[in-house]
């Protein structure tokens, strides 16, 4: 069942049903108003049933009919954020958020806050009064973001005046854009200066387990979509705002590095501003040898020569690199800095290693498509109906331009194949299809809302069902990589263009069609 069909409730009914001491009975309410229950299929009259009763019965006495009326319990947000309200309601004014604990949990009162915070900044989305507050059973206590945003002890008397009379029977967190809050510090700087964005919980942990570490060197492994760099920037900020020097270097090109480092405050550049010193063990650097901390992000393109200099420099400085082993792109980046990792790490003692797991900046349904259309037979995931996803067929080049120059007027960006010109002859390899596109290396560690990617007639399924490339003249690019690249930085809306290509075209729609085919 999804989430859409729960209803909201009545505290009256909610106590009359509790106290018949009845599974069959509370099996029946949670099925109709809990989304936790129905996500779990838990029957058990669980912990946050008794803290949700007795809230209730303090609650019961004082309220109004109306007041008792219109909440959601157990939601939670499916789609890239892993948060879970214990009860919502909503009205015309203002949003209540009610998190039930039995017991002062183990993060002990910090950990409270820190919740409520979460929720207030993600309700803030729907532009109404959050009011935010914490129910603890065992002692029935009540803490509460008051007015002037303070953390604070309340009562129940507090959380009485809060509840409007007026209510709405519709969760308005179904239509939620959790878009606006996953962002990418290179191209949405001002919502990261003004910390409009969030770290999911697995980040949270991550920066937790890695800012205060005692090892020198720290790895961070994702794959596209986890927020590595979004981490990194965070913590780059957090350790300036402490008065540390911080460097942060991008193993890719990056336009924008000037105005970067003006509204950040700390120096942020391109690796290769840098490649002359740490490519030769006798030439040294000033901002390198100054920076208290140094961030390396997107280090699975770092060239071995820096990467073995930068180690054997500064064996004592505080180094950061975030990596992940799928976005590459060059033939010669293939499994390099892996190998590096094998030969210069094996000691825990120096080194800390940590992975990103949860996908934050596209969902399930896109994640899902992206990894079958790079193979067929990937597995691990649920037929969806990709209402985000769109297919378009042209045989000629000329009709496809035409095409998207559409597009890019409903605001896509095309994505394409890095051009190549030959050092000897001048020629250029893999030309743009559509001028106006970006190419994959300019667009590592950028986003887009909707994005346009090319599949034209080199490309083929083989035999184990992977995508691949017959482009016969010399290329030094990984082709397939590059379609990753291209894919993975879509944020909402992705269109594929296939160009002459009619079994690529057939293969991509079984993929679409998959769950209507079988019904």
Known sequence: MESFSVNCFNLDSYLTIYNMDNNDMMSSFLKITDDYYRRLKNVK???ENDDLFCLSELLSEKLSVKQKSGYFLGYKINSKIDEEFD???FSEENILNIELKNSMPKGGIESIEDQLRRHKFILSILNKRVISYTFISDDKKFYKIDNNDNFIESTVDDLVESISE?????????????????????SEDDEFLNHEYYLSQNQKQIKNEIKNCTQNKIFVRGHAGTGKSLLLFDL??????????????????????????DKFGFKISEISS?????????????ELDEADIIFIDEAQRIYDKQYRNLLKKFPEKKIFFAYDPKQILAKSEKYRFEILLKEYNNDKHLNKFVELKQKIRTNNEMIAFIDRILDLSARGHKNYNYKNINLTYFSTKEDAIEFIRKLEEEHYQCIE?????????????RKYIYNASLDVHKVIGREFEKVVVIIDQHFFYDNEGKLNSDYMEYYPYLEPEGIYQALTRVKK?????????????????KIMTCKFDKT
């Open 45 to 47: 009259i669980s912990k």
């Open 274 to 286: 840098y490649r002359r010193c740490l490519e030769d063990e006798n030439i040294n650097n000033k």
């Open 417 to 429: 194949l890095t051009q190549y010109l030959t050092r000897s002859t001048s020629v250029l390899k």
């Open 236 to 261: 780059a900020k957090e350790f300036h705002n402490q008065g540390k020097k911080v460097l942060l270097l991008f193993c890719g090109q990056l336009s924008n590095k000037y105005d970067l480092t």
């Open 87 to 89: 009860l919502l309601r």
């Open 493 to 509: 809306q992705l269109h594929i263009v296939i160009i002459n290509n009619p079994n690529v075209y057939i293969e991509i729609q």
């Open 166 to 186: 007026n209510y709405l029977q519709n969760n308005e967190l179904l239509d939620i854009d959790v878009n606006k809050f996953i962002i990418s510090p290179y």
